[in-house]
């Protein structure tokens, strides 16, 4: 059993709206950036919430240059129908990422598949948030995305050249099995949200997750200079597919992006995104064994996965779906006191009204 405060969904969505406001953002881009924010944490991803977004942005973004609050995305021409190609200009991620899902959705209820492909962006959090809400609405969907920095070493390496890079998977099982199968990862062993979640509560990182200034492998947070990928030269290759899809996309060297003023003149420092989209009837060759139905054979693939003394093994996605039962179960969003100590925070520095000693507690 763990502590935590409670703070009403709508609470969240004020303050932190409120705070992206506070920085130039529109109401738009504000509730987009709440919601994600909100979302995550509803389903106990602590590394990547409010103050994940609200932290990354004061480092690397609207203080930084790296983001552009109000920018508009232009959609450029493109011979491939389902296929587009927008120029984020900057533009709060979490608002791109948000409208080009649902973009990728509209082209693959016309297509039964779709892609989008984005430049000049600025990191859009989590990404597990973005294609879990597509196959809650019935589509296979998948985004990746190069981070903000690179901080991950090659595998076999000593200087961080990769960013952590995640990738996320999300599958429409929710008839089959009650909620969707969602495959979510940095490719680094932890994500440096991780880092900074355990800074704040005092604990030790897991080893084989970072090294130090010398390059030295520790598990002390505030020592983390670098990350290392999670399963060796795997993660690496997962790493490194985002990097080169992004240099097919526009996206530049890793070393340089987010690291305004460094280079030549000419370079680009932003991240790059991709979307696809799928209509699972587009994926159905129409021969499933015994005559089941697609929705029947998924789940029976996924019993048999889980049967023979295999029963409690966990699905992915099953650990975000039990948390925001939790959730819903006290009523809002919830927060260790180290975390609401950090929103009362922004929320002084936004002018925004916050009673933390008005907070329920809760035993999760």
Known sequence: MSDFLVIPRSAHDSLVSKAYQSRGFSADEAAEGAKLAAEAARHGIRTHHALKAL???????????????????????????????????????????????????????????????????????????????????????YTNCTSALAEVVPFGGKCPTLGTNPHSWAFPTTEAIGFPICIDWATSTVAMGRVQQLLREGKPLPPGAAVDENGQETTDPAKVKALLPFGAHKGYGLSLIDEILAAYTGGSLPTLRSRWGAGPADEKHTPCFFFQCIRPEALDCGDFAQGRSQTQNVRAVIEDILGHGNEGCMLPGEPEARFARKSEQHGGLLFTQAEIDAFAQIAREAGHPFDAGRLRQAEV
């Open 55 to 141: 932290h990354l942005d004061h480092l690397f973004g609207s203080a930084a240059g790296g983001c552009t609050p109000g920018a508009e995305i232009e959609v450029l021409p493109s011979r491939f129908p389902a296929s587009e190609r927008w120029n984020a200009n900057k533009k709060l991620g979490q608002s791109v990422a948000y409208r080009a899902i649902n973009r990728a959705i509209e082209l693959a209820d016309q297509f039964g598949i779709a892609q989008i492909a984005v430049d000049n962006a600025f990191h859009y959090l989590w990404g597990g948030g973005y294609v879990m809400e597509a196959a809650e609405r019935g589509y296979y969907a």
